[in-house]
């Protein structure tokens, strides 16, 4: 039946290549794109237990020779071409792997966010594209619903069966992007949905599908019970436009926080809340809903005129929310004596603390240089002290002196800071890897930090000893672990592919390339904006332009001469005529002189 698939999968790409062929000149380089498919690992969230030093990884691998270890849940990748989620345990110096599983059916399949409980054992929420995905049989939803369904996971703590594993969506498109856990082994995950069928229970806040398009939607929010044979409570939350939940979180006792942005000026916020106005474009929203599910507590929008996104949330023993994300306002709302209260230009990552009851902000920063800087991740210690990743292109983003890397080394760098519980000052702030993204970070007991994401350059720091020192393919993941003064690295690690492009290889900063590439998008599959990095050997004339499967032009993104070197380019997901395009596969072809190359990318709204 995979072969089947395979063979089918073979002739709509065939096909799609002939289109587009005929809307341009023909030539070989169809094929090769068949023949030469990039594969790509990103380590999308990282967990670690509250009394080990175990961390555990997930995300999303193409590639067949992933590493996953003997007695593993599933150790052979499950589609052709497609994604599956991995999860994977290493041990505490980084040399080895616990365990390592593939998980996943005949279609794309993503691991978004991880969560471990102190028995070892780790929670998964994504997204699948099709109904192969494992379920169990006692799971709360055995039946895959159509289009993109969320999914929520529990592996035990060897990694060698689920506890359970269901499905979480309705009759359009659902997507889960981050999961919590309490300490009774209740699973708490938000993400988007626009299913207006998506199941939520009585008594819960809103039952009733507000509206936004394929690419926002609602958010929800679903606590899932211990064996995963139920939901205690699950419901919507937005407004009548695109409504996105990024992060969540639970407290001590029973409430939930949530995190994400919205276009929404009829987003649900409450009389006494720190901002109860729009400001437009995307805003940031923060959100307290009561143990059962039925009431917010607050919901307040933070944000300027510019686009605000928040991505990731902690909350303290005290139920004070930390939020981080980013901001492209200059108005964007801080606070006296915060480490950097003024916007830097583009986008800044953006760090807040709210206060318990959501009515003030007990601290507001930005972080950030001249270039463009996101917030993705963030953890907290006991001391209050907030460790933040994401990436930066900035040469200017702040860094402290002792740190491990002060010096930005080209294109995106990932970065990690350590906030006083102030939000005052950086106890320690650097960068890590060249051409990387940081979008996962948690602690251990020792106030360690450790980070995953992806790189894609052979410059990225390992260590001597790590299970692997080296970059196998154009993307691999990586699991860094930072020494408690973030001066040090304990370990670095890639994890991912052994297969090598011998193609497209890394060249320094100064040097001319000498071949033509394209290289895979990132990220893939996007949502609102991705990036297209290529190399060209000489100067010349180059095309740059998207195509739909039906082999028809949506959009130019480069037509004209061009020097010799290494470019980029962000495609918005919008055509020619500055409109959204719709979710679904789109092909990116590179032209120049007689060279030509091709990519597949697939869009998610």
């Known amino acids: 039946m995979k072969r089947a698939l395979g063979i089918l999968m073979i002739v709509t790409l065939a096909s799609t290549c002939v289109a587009i062929a005929r809307a341009e000149e023909a030539d070989s380089s169809w094929n090769h794109f068949l023949e030469n498919k990039y594969y790509t690992e990103i380590g999308y969230d990282i967990a670690v237990n509250s009394c080990g030093n175990t961390p555990c990884v997930t995300g999303v691998t193409r590639s067949y020779d992933f590493p996953t270890t003997a007695g593993a849940f599933d150790e052979t990748h499950n589609s052709y071409l497609e994604d599956d989620v991995f999860v994977t345990k290493f041990n505490s110096t980084g040399s080895e792997l616990i365990y390592s599983t593939f998980l996943g059916g005949w279609n794309d399949d993503v691991g978004h966010s991880i969560a471990m409980d102190d028995s070892g054992n780790v929670y998964v929420t994504g997204e699948t594209w099709g109904g192969h995905f494992p379920v169990t049989d006692s799971a709360y939803d055995v039946s895959y619903n159509t289009g993109v369904d969320a999914f929520v996971a529990k ?4 990694g060698n069966s689920l506890c359970y594993s269901t499905f979480l969506g309705g009759d359009n498109n659902d997507r889960g992007y981050s999961i919590d856990i309490d300490e ?37 929010v679903t606590k899932i019970n211990p064996s995963g044979s139920d939901l205690e409570y699950s419901t919507f939350i937005g407004g009548q436009q695109d409504d996105y939940g990024r992060g969540i979180a639970a407290d001590n006792i029973g409430r939930i926080y949530v995190t994400g942005h919205t276009k929404s000026p009829d987003f649900p916020v409450t009389a006494e809340a720190f901002d109860t106005t729009y400001h437009g474009d995307h ?74 009851t959501g009515k003030s902000l007990i601290y507001s920063t930005f972080i950030g240089g001249q270039n463009k800087d996101d917030g993705k991740s963030i953890t907290l210690d006991a001391g209050g002290y907030s460790y933040v990743t994401g990436y930066t292109r900035s040469s200017d983003f702040p860094t402290t002196e002792g740190a491990f890397d002060t010096t930005h080394n080209g294109g995106d760098n990932v970065f990690v800071c350590k906030l006083t519980p102030s939000g005052r000052a950086l106890s320690y702030s650097t960068f890590l890897g060249r051409h990387s993204r940081g979008l996962g970070v948690d602690i251990d007991q020792y106030n360690q930090a450790y980070v995953t994401g992806h790189a894609t350059s052979s410059y990225f720091p390992t260590t001597p000893g790590a299970f692997d020192e080296t970059l196998g393919g154009w993307d691999d993941v990586f699991v860094t672990k930072f020494d408690v003064t973030g001066s040090s690295l304990v370990f670095s690690t890639f994890l991912g592919s052994d297969w090598i492009d011998t193609e497209v290889q890394e060249l320094p900063l100064t040097h001319v390339p000498n071949t033509f590439a394209l290289h895979q998008n990132y990220p893939n599959p996007f949502n609102a904006s991705t990036e297209i990095r290529y190399q060209l050997p000489q100067d010349g004339y180059v095309t740059l332009r998207i195509f739909n499967t039906l082999g028809q032009q949506v959009r130019t993104l480069a037509d004209g001469a061009q020097k010799a070197g290494e470019s980029s380019v962000t495609w918005d997901g919008r055509d020619d005529g500055d409109r959204e395009v719709s979710s679904g596969i789109y092909f990116c072809r590179l032209k120049a002189g007689d060279s030509s190359k091709t990519i597949k990318m697939m869009l998610v709204r």
């Open 283 to 356: 805003d940031i929203i923060m959100v307290c809903i009561d143990s059962a599910g039925s009431i917010l507590e607050y919901s307040t929008y933070l944000g300027g005129s510019g686009y605000d996104r928040g991505d990731d949330i902690v909350v303290d023993r005290f139920g004070q929310a930390h939020v981080t994300g980013s901001s492209a306002s200059d108005d964007f709302t801080t606070t006296q004596g915060v480490f950097d209260p003024d916007h830097n230009g583009s986008t800044d990552v953006i760090l807040f603390k709210l206060s318990t």
């Open 184 to 220: 009774y082994g209740n699973a708490y995950v938000t993400g988007i949905t626009t299913s207006g069928d998506f199941p939520t229970t009585s008594g819960a806040f809103d039952r009733i599908f507000n509206g936004g398009s394929a690419g926002g939607g609602d958010i929800f």
């Open 155 to 158: 592996l035990n703590s060897t």
